[in-house]
């Protein structure tokens, strides 16, 4: 019995055993740590190349503004452009000035005109108004033709002083002559117009080439034909009234007549050389032509003391030729700070003339002059 009960106790250990071992599996052993990786060597590779530099594309230079005018876009279709109006070039010549050149443009060929007829010995008055009537506007033609394209500022109003100053300077030879020759070597008319005719014709032609050349200010073409005018009736005034006593009138006129082309020539280099230094405004001179005329006006005057006096009445002549010079001088004075509203032009010049004023001194009165030098 025990033999049986130890053997049933084995044998349930066994099985208690064998479900025990079939419930838990054995253990596992552990797993292998595997070895330290081994650092891998460099890896070499081949030069880098530089990439080919790749061109930026050029885009046109935008304009600054202001620097020159920029060109309008080009029409859309079904869009309305707006006006863009045509850039003039600041060194063109004015409008005015080329209305004076117009102007003198057309005596000078009525002048040439009348010349060619009395070279011609053309008596019939229809047939000998022909040619100044075709020179006429023949010379204004000539001037638009010049003027395409435009000439630059100043060159009209240096031709049409040339001309102006020159047809003077042919009147003051002619008519001098005239008064101082005998009657058989007197050029008579044809002197006259011949001297006319080419002393504009060389004006004009002198009056070019200044322009061309220098590009003076039409204000100082302006003043010096006005000194052309006033220096020949200033001339002719000190010459009648300087004559003698009882020589006549065609005596007389024989000193009137070379004071007045001594006249011309000093007005002329005097506002010549003026300009150099002073470019006058157009009030300016306007100012001397109206001092002009207020000093004649004074002068009348004196005529009347004349009335019962030994002394020709001619001899106020001197007098409203000084009256006339001071006009002139004192409306220089008042007018040479002037400006005109349009833009100021200056031609070349080393010098200019600020101011001038006058200034009370002591016993007596002075000018004061400012200025710079270029």
Do not use: C
Not at 226 to 235: E, K, L, R, Y
């Amino acid at each position: 019995m025990s033999r049986r009960v130890g053997v049933l106790v084995a044998a349930t250990s066994l099985l208690v055993a064998s479900n025990a071992s079939a419930q838990f599996p054995p253990p596992q052993p552990l797993p292998q740590q595997p070895p330290p990786q081994q650092p891998f060597p460099p890896q070499q590779f081949p030069p880098q190349q530089p990439y080919p530099q790749q061109p930026y594309p050029q885009y046109p230079q935008q304009p600054y503004p202001g620097q020159y005018p920029a060109q309008p876009y080009p029409a859309q279709p079904g869009y309305a452009q707006p006006y863009v109006p045509p850039q003039s070039s600041s060194n063109a010549r004015s409008g005015s000035e080329i209305t004076v050149l117009y102007t003198t443009a057309a005596v000078y060929g009525v002048g040439l005109g009348v010349w060619f007829g009395s070279e011609a010995h053309i008596k019939d008055p229809g047939v000998f108004l022909i040619a100044p009537a075709i020179l006429g506007v023949a010379a204004p033609v000539g001037v638009f033709l010049l003027d395409n394209p435009k000439m630059p500022r100043g060159m009209p109003g240096a031709i049409a002083s040339g001309m102006v100053i020159g047809a003077a300077e042919g009147i003051g030879i002619s008519s001098y002559q005239f008064e101082s020759a005998n009657k058989h070597e007197a050029w008579g008319f044809r002197g006259l117009s011949r001297a006319t005719a080419l002393g504009a014709t060389l004006g004009g032609a002198g009056g070019f080439a200044l322009g061309y050349l220098q590009e003076p200010s039409p204000k100082s073409s302006l003043l010096t034909s006005s000194a052309a005018v006033w220096g020949s009736a200033i001339g002719a005034m000190f010459g009648y009234g300087s004559s003698a006593k009882g020589i006549g009138y065609g005596l007389a006129n024989d000193s009137a007549g070379l004071g007045g082309l001594i006249g011309l020539n000093v007005g002329v280099a005097a506002a010549a050389g003026l300009s150099t230094v002073y470019v006058p405004s157009y009030t300016g001179v306007g100012y001397m032509w109206g001092g002009a005329a207020v000093g004649m006006a004074v002068s009348l005057p004196v005529y009347l003391f004349y009335a019962g006096s030994s002394q020709p009445a001619k001899r106020g002549l001197i007098f409203s030729g000084t009256a006339t010079s001071l006009g002139v001088l004192a409306g220089g004075l008042l007018g040479a700070n002037t400006t005109d509203s349009a833009s100021s032009e200056f031609g070349p010049r080393f010098a200019s003339i600020d101011y001038l004023i006058p200034t009370p001194m002591r016993g007596g009165a002075g000018l004061v002059l400012g200025g710079s030098l270029q």
